[in-house]
């Protein structure tokens, strides 16, 4: 069974501090997405890294996929009150199932 | 382009009876697929379909399945409630079906009293 596990699992800071959100896994996988949720709605997508090493930035966020694509990051600088969320990672591997991470519930404190 | 919709977004039922839950893709999506979501287990993957077959599966028992038509419309149907199966009921369709990019409904989040 693929597991991907994120941390922290709760993160509460102030504005303007910055954070790093961590998703790992001992499997390989093809490409690992971002999401994000705000209460009462779906997840939505942020970002899907693809090539061990990949950067990608999205304004304020940065989001690498690690060289053995088993671990991916996610950066926010500046943190603001609307980034406030739970934040997801889902590993693909191919043609299957998406397999995703239990979430890092992230509040930002005006 | 309109989005993922589910309907109902709110279902109350009660021990022993059973629901279906209905999901409209995005248009000219023909994977969709739904997930579970709870506090405790988090987003647990259900089954996903495309074109009206099922593709996979996760590790639900039967009391879940589901089905997809023609028009790629998904419904999934829960027999038999228990009270563990309260959750909110994500459906997401998907276009680039290599890389799996989900895009997700509302959900609709259903209480077994």
């Known amino acids: 069974t693929q597991l991907l596990e994120q941390s922290p699992q709760f993160l509460s800071i102030q504005e303007g501090e910055n954070l790093t959100v961590y998703c790992n896994s001992s499997?390989?996988?093809?490409?690992l997405q971002w999401y994000r949720q705000e209460p009462g709605e779906g997840p939505v997508l942020l970002v899907t890294?693809?090539?061990?090493?990949e950067v990608k930035k999205l304004k304020r966020l940065t989001f690498q996929f690690g060289d053995a694509r088993k671990d991916s990051s996610l950066h926010i600088t500046a943190a603001q009150p609307g980034d406030t969320g739970l934040y997801l990672c889902?590993?693909?591997?191919?043609?299957?199932?998406?397999?995703f991470g239990q979430g890092t519930r992230l509040t930002i404190n005006p | 382009k309109a989005g993922v919709t589910q309907t109902p977004r709110y279902l109350i039922k009660t021990r022993g009876q059973q629901v279906t839950l209905s999901c409209s893709p995005i248009?000219?999506?023909?994977?969709v697929s739904w997930y579970q979501q709870t506090p405790g287990q988090g987003l647990q993957f259900l089954f996903e379909?495309?074109?009206?077959?099922?593709?996979n599966k996760g590790n639900f028992p039967g009391r879940f399945s589901g089905r997809q038509f023609s028009n790629s419309r998904s419904e999934m149907n829960v027999s038999t409630l228990e009270l563990g199966d309260s959750a909110l009921y994500l459906c997401?369709?998907?276009?680039?079906?290599?890389?799996?990019?989900?895009?997700f409904g509302p959900g609709t989040r259903l209480t077994v009293l």
């Open positions: 997401a369709s998907s276009l680039v079906r290599e890389w799996g990019e989900q895009f």
């Open positions: 499997s390989v996988f093809s490409s």
């Open positions: 890294v693809v090539t061990g090493g």
């Open positions: 889902a590993g693909g591997q191919g043609a299957q199932k998406l397999v």
């Open positions: 248009s000219g999506h023909r994977s």
């Open positions: 379909y495309f074109s009206e077959t099922q593709r």
